[in-house]
């Protein structure tokens, strides 16, 4: 098997920055044993795996270092530039183990990809009582005009408001507890969010079912996160916002995320990718 693992920084320019994925443009030849090893090796939150199929359309699957995951929103920019760069810009149409995907490509390689159908449904009261005792957080230290809850854009998230900044800046939680949490009801990352303003949110993404500590950038989260604004009546009067994400871990990463006035269109989760080269 000779299909390069090819590895690009998504949601950024600069390679340090970001967040890594790695990407094979054509696993046709692959096993899900394959796969998941592949992604096991690379170590990165995730790595996409494309299989073009006759139509033109591209499958794609997603695996963790510890699993495979139904959508991964930093490794669709990443794959979607890296093919691009090869092939040139235009759509895709992506086929994700949560639905289908569309992807635009721009001559200057950002790219726009929309989310599948969005959901926001509440978080229960003792999932929350969790995650806060997981996180070494207080109920006060929440956001009282952004109550926590449930999104999904191709993943599940809780999402959880804090009222400061320093709050989100301290992260150190209960690896085990989060996850044995997140394993039983199949979450994918915890979205844990600050809004400086209407149109800048700031964000970090717990990931434990994939063994990492924190994602730098998670489209499928930013996506999340477009419809509960819609559902909370809390997005700007453009409908689009900014989240600040991987700053605290030295990655700083830009999301760029506007929501239709129909949400159920899909969440578009805007960025680009960079490819980052062999040390």
């Known amino acids: 098997m ?3 693992t090819l590895r690009y920084s ?3 320019t600069d390679p340090s920055g970001g967040n890594p994925a790695g990407v094979v443009l054509d696993a046709r ?3 899900d044993a394959d796969m998941q090893r592949i ?7 995730e790595t996409a795996f494309l299989l073009p199929r006759s139509d033109g359309a591209f499958d794609i699957r997603y695996y963790s270092p510890l699993a495979e995951v139904s959508f991964c929103g930093h490794a669709t920019i990443a794959a ?6 090869r092939y ?13 995907v569309r992807v635009f490509v721009d001559e200057a390689l950002m790219v726009t990809l929309v989310s599948v159908q969005p959901q926001v449904v509440p978080l229960g009261a003792g999932d929350l009582d969790r995650i806060l005792a997981a996180l070494g957080w207080r109920s006060d230290e929440l956001d009282p005009a952004l109550p926590p809850a449930l999104a999904y854009a191709g993943a599940w998230h809780p999402v959880i408001f804090t009222a400061t900044r320093a ?3 301290q992260l150190d939680y209960d690896f085990d507890a989060l996850a044995a949490l997140m394993a039983q009801r199949a979450w994918t990352t915890v979205n844990l969010v600050w809004r400086e303003s209407a149109q800048t949110f700031h964000a970090r993404n717990p990931f434990p079912p994939g063994g990492v500590v924190e994602d730098p950038a ?5 996506a999340a996160l477009g419809a509960y604004l819609a559902v909370h009546d809390a997005l700007p009067a453009q409908r689009a916002f900014t989240i600040h994400q991987g700053d605290d871990l030295g990655r700083p990463s830009r999301l760029a995320v506007a929501v239709p006035q129909d949400p159920r269109a899909g969440i578009r989760v805007g960025g680009t990718a960079v490819k980052i080269e062999a040390s």
């Open 88 to 100: 040139g810009p235009g759509e895709r149409l992506l086929h994700t183990r949560a639905g289908q």
């Open 29 to 31: 030849a692959m096993s």
């Open 10 to 12: 998504a949601f950024t």
């Open 167 to 169: 709050r989100l800046a």
């Open 39 to 45: 992604a096991t090796q690379v170590g990165y939150s």
């Open 80 to 85: 979607t530039v890296a093919h691009a760069e």
């Open 2 to 4: 000779n299909t390069p």
């Open 218 to 222: 998670t489209g499928a989260a930013a």
